[in-house]
């Protein structure tokens, strides 16, 4: 089909459908269509119907929502032609893809017209006032939503006397001025003043007695959000009888909650898509993912342990999809006293060649670097960028498939939703305690993280002074809807736990103890290994 005539049969089938293109938008689709000779029209109709269904925000179009569609669509042929599970390295590499922090949406949530909203504004890095408040309160609307439609917590639709049998329902803090008996409330746990705990939600604060609360499993500390339940002393305290964090809900009935917004950041597929890739998810039984944490290239021993597991997978009859390398890359902080860069460098090359020194893992895996806390970067705030160009560019020279992502950095496996978060939490969490954990359920502080982290929706609860987040970008380490895998790389001890069908686990630090985790996202299975 000529070019002038291909052009006006999109420009008229766009317009039937109250579309009007903007001139990249249509060179965009344009040169979709050009790589389907003899289907043009099917290729227009099938970008048009994927377009529909993407949550635009104006009748006139842009090249962005049309490069998202065309890139989905390719990913989805590229994923079929590699539907055959034999072949070496098989579809992971149309099946994995990669999402930088910095490029997830941002949503909020209307308490009013109960429904989320994308961020269509600027996000600046450095944010005004206005965004560290915004922060709170995005986090409390989101778990308020979720705990509203909790069957234990949610007004009873009739009111009975029955009704109120195993009811729990959030009374707003500020009510709780000249009320008698127990209350549920819900709020953050701040200290306005100093050895003073407060807890606030949207309406009021109130000044709270913990001492002799009955917890639930997890880390209670100043930031986290919490459902308690207390009385009003006369005093105007409110003492807490029992507290626990917001409970969990089924990641199917929060994602429809969403009303088609992507929240993830890969993109919104059909329900025919979701099926057949959720099909070729199945039969990718030999896709595998290696990941190790702390792997410091400027030491000797670490390179030669490394260079056997790279040996030991290279010589398996199917070569890993994926090889996870997350920071820190170097013994020592790189920190405004660290001037070996050049080494740093050199280092990240000659890592480079050990890698091409396996040509099947080369050619057949690929390779994804997440910094660590003490890795180079503009800071130590959260979420940090990916490593700078100058340290990894002679490395990208010998490994052109390298990726390297941001801290935290999400992957979608197919179907699946990974999320991958490079720091040392374990250890100050536990610093941060407001009161000694809860030891009737696990004694395990690794349980404990988990159950901490999935129940906040977020990867980071710490407060704002022992870990700083840019207040803009704090949605990056949300955890809505709850994934089906996290992989917390930190110093501690390496550990798996799967908690309410959440995989997560820690590989261990590879430099201390030369531990790390051999994955498989078709069954969610994690192999501990260790040399």
Same mark, same amino acid.
């Given at each position: 089909?000529k070019?002038?005539?291909?052009?006006?049969?999109?420009?008229?089938?766009?317009?039937?459908?109250?579309?009007?293109?903007?001139?990249?938008a249509?060179?965009?689709?344009?040169?979709?269509?050009?790589?389907?000779?003899?289907?043009?029209?099917?290729?227009?109709d099938?970008?048009?119907?994927?377009?529909?269904?993407?949550?635009?925000?104006?009748?006139?179009?842009?090249?962005?929502?049309?490069?998202?569609?065309?890139?989905?669509?390719?990913?989805?042929?590229?994923?079929?032609?590699?539907?055959?599970?034999?072949?070496?390295?098989?579809?992971?590499?149309?099946?994995?893809?990669?999402?930088?922090?910095?490029?997830?949406?941002?949503?909020?949530?209307?308490?009013?017209?109960?429904?989320?909203?994308?961020?269509?504004g600027?996000?600046?890095?450095?944010?005004?006032?206005?965004?560290?408040?915004?922060?709170y309160?995005?986090?409390?609307?989101?778990?308020?939503?979720?705990?509203? #439609?909790?069957?234990?917590?949610?007004?009873?639709?009739f009111?009975?006397?029955?009704?109120?049998?195993?009811?729990?329902?959030?009374?707003?803090?500020?009510?709780?001025?000249?009320?008698?008996?127990?209350?549920?409330?819900?709020?953050?746990?701040?200290?306005?003043?100093?050895?003073?705990?407060?807890?606030?939600?949207?309406?009021?604060?109130?000044?709270?007695?913990?001492?002799?609360?009955?917890?639930?499993?997890?880390?209670?500390l100043?930031?986290?959000?919490?459902?308690?339940?207390?009385?009003?002393?006369?005093?105007g305290?409110?003492?807490?009888?029992?507290?626990?964090?917001?409970?969990?809900?089924?990641?199917?009935?929060?994602?429809?909650?969403?009303?088609?917004?992507d929240?993830?950041?890969?993109?919104?597929?059909t329900?025919?898509?979701?099926?057949?890739?959720?099909?070729?998810?199945?039969?990718?039984?030999?896709?595998?993912?290696?990941?190790?944490?702390?792997?410091w290239?400027?030491?000797?021993?670490?390179?030669?342990?490394?260079?056997?597991?790279?040996?030991?997978?290279?010589?398996?009859?199917?070569?890993?999809?994926?090889?996870?390398?997350?920071?820190?890359?170097?013994?020592?902080?790189?920190?405004?006293?660290?001037?070996?860069?050049?080494?740093?460098?050199?280092?990240?090359?000659?890592?480079g060649q050990?890698?091409?020194?396996?040509?099947?893992?080369?050619?057949?895996?690929?390779?994804?670097?997440?910094?660590?806390?003490?890795?180079?970067?503009?800071?130590?705030?959260?979420?940090?960028?990916?490593?700078?160009?100058?340290?990894?560019?002679?490395?990208?020279?010998?490994?052109?498939?390298?990726?390297?992502?941001?801290?935290?950095? *999400?992957?979608?496996?197919?179907?699946?939703?990974?999320?991958?978060? #490079?720091?040392?939490?374990?250890?100050?969490?536990? *610093?941060?305690?407001?009161?000694?954990?809860?030891?009737?359920?696990?004694?395990?502080?690794?349980?404990?993280?988990?159950?901490?982290?999935?129940?906040?929706?977020?990867?980071?609860?710490?407060?704002l002074?022992?870990?700083?987040?840019?207040?803009?970008?704090?949605?990056?380490?949300?955890?809505?809807?709850?994934?089906?895998?996290?992989?917390?790389?930190?110093?501690?001890?390496?550990?798996?736990?799967?908690?309410?069908?959440?995989?997560?686990?820690?590989?261990?630090?590879?430099?201390?103890?030369?531990?790390?985790?051999?994955?498989?996202?078709?069954?969610?299975?994690?192999?501990?290994?260790?040399?």
């Open positions: 089909m070019g002038s005539m291909l052009r006006k049969k999109v420009e008229r089938k766009c317009k039937i459908r109250g579309y009007i293109l903007k001139m990249e249509l060179e965009e689709i344009l040169s979709f269509v050009d790589r389907f000779p003899g289907a043009e029209d099917d290729a227009v099938l970008l048009l119907d994927q377009l529909d269904t993407d949550s635009l925000k104006s009748s006139i179009i842009d090249k962005e929502p049309v490069h998202r569609v065309v890139s989905l669509l390719l990913e989805a042929e590229a994923a079929a032609a590699d539907e055959s599970p034999d072949s070496v390295g098989g579809s992971s590499a149309s099946a994995i893809r990669v999402i930088d922090a910095f490029l997830i949406p941002k949503f909020g949530y209307d308490p009013i017209k109960k429904i989320f909203h994308e961020h269509t600027s996000l600046p890095i450095h944010g005004d006032a206005s965004a560290k408040a915004a922060l309160r995005d986090r409390f609307l989101l778990l308020f939503q979720r705990l509203a #439609r909790d069957q234990h917590f949610s007004r009873p639709a009111d009975t006397e029955r009704s109120h049998v195993g009811s729990c329902e959030i009374s707003p803090i500020q009510s709780l001025v000249g009320q008698t008996g127990r209350r549920w409330v819900m709020g953050v746990i701040s200290q306005l003043e100093d050895g003073h705990f407060y807890l606030e939600d949207l309406t009021a604060s109130v000044e709270i007695n913990l001492s002799n609360a009955k917890i639930t499993t997890g880390f209670f100043e930031n986290t959000i919490v459902v308690a339940e207390g009385e009003m002393l006369l005093e305290i409110f003492q807490v009888i029992t507290c626990g964090f917001p409970p969990l809900e089924d990641r199917d009935k929060s994602s429809k909650s969403l009303a088609g917004h929240f993830f950041g890969s993109g919104i597929l329900k025919e898509e979701t099926l057949r890739l959720a099909e070729l998810e199945k039969r990718a039984v030999n896709d595998m993912f290696v990941i190790l944490s702390d792997i290239l400027d030491n000797e021993e670490v390179m030669e342990k490394l260079e056997i597991v790279l040996n030991g997978f290279e010589s398996e009859e199917v070569v890993p999809s994926l090889f996870v390398f997350m920071g820190n890359f170097c013994s020592h902080p790189c920190n405004l006293s660290f001037h070996s860069f050049s080494s740093l460098r050199s280092q990240f090359a000659k890592l050990l890698i091409a020194a396996h040509p099947r893992l080369k050619e057949h895996s690929r390779f994804l670097f997440i910094p660590g806390p003490d890795d180079a970067g503009p800071s130590t705030v959260l979420p940090r960028c990916s490593l700078p160009k100058y340290l990894t560019e002679e490395l990208q020279k010998h490994i052109p498939n390298a990726i390297f992502s941001s801290n935290p950095c *999400r992957i979608k496996f197919y179907t699946q939703e990974i999320v991958f978060f #490079r720091q040392d939490l374990l250890y100050r969490m536990r *610093r941060s305690c407001l009161m000694p954990p809860s030891s009737e359920e696990t004694t395990d502080p690794f349980q404990h993280l988990v159950a901490t982290i999935t129940h906040q929706s977020h990867l980071c609860p710490l407060p002074i022992v870990q700083p987040v840019i207040w803009n970008y704090d949605h990056c380490l949300h955890l809505y809807p709850t994934p089906h895998t996290i992989i917390l790389g930190d110093r501690s001890e390496q550990k798996a736990f799967k908690y309410t069908g959440i995989t997560c686990f820690n590989p261990g630090s590879f430099s201390n103890d030369y531990t790390f985790v051999a994955y498989r996202p078709c069954t969610q299975e994690v192999e501990l290994s260790a040399l």
